[in-house]
């Protein structure tokens, strides 16, 4: 059988840095929700604006491969590439699921200390 050669997917090093990216806005998420649960709304607030930042740096490079294929530029079919994509958008929901849900901690928590 003859071996064929591999030649690395452009698209690997761009897949990785939209994982590494999603994957630490997941991490900032997470612990917003921690600090939220200890009412720590300020620092609640900073970790999911670091969790938006770093959801924004993974999408721009993903929109530069689009943009890319959309001035013409064809690309070698990459899994790795797709499942980055589908990380992205996944982790950019639990973000603003976690944005609504710091709020409504915060919401709760000021109302509890109101009474």
């Known amino acids: 059988m003859e071996e064929k050669e591999m030649t690395e997917n452009e698209l690997i090093p761009v897949a990785m840095q939209i994982i590494l990216h999603a ?9 917003a929700i921690k600090l939220a649960k200890e009412n720590d709304f300020v620092a609640a ?13 993974a999408h721009k490079s993903q929109t530069a491969v689009i943009q890319n294929e959309a001035a013409g530029k064809s690309y070698e079919p990459c899994l790795l590439f797709t499942h980055a994509q589908d990380h992205l958008m996944t ?5 603003s699921l976690t944005k ?14 109101a009474n």
């Open 23 to 31: 994957g630490n806005g997941r991490t900032k998420a997470q612990e």
């Open 45 to 57: 607030k900073e970790a999911l604006k670091a969790a938006k930042d770093n959801i924004v740096l």
């Open 91 to 95: 982790i950019s929901s639990e973000v």
């Open 100 to 113: 609504d849900l710091v709020e409504f901690f915060e919401l709760i928590t000021n109302k509890l200390e």
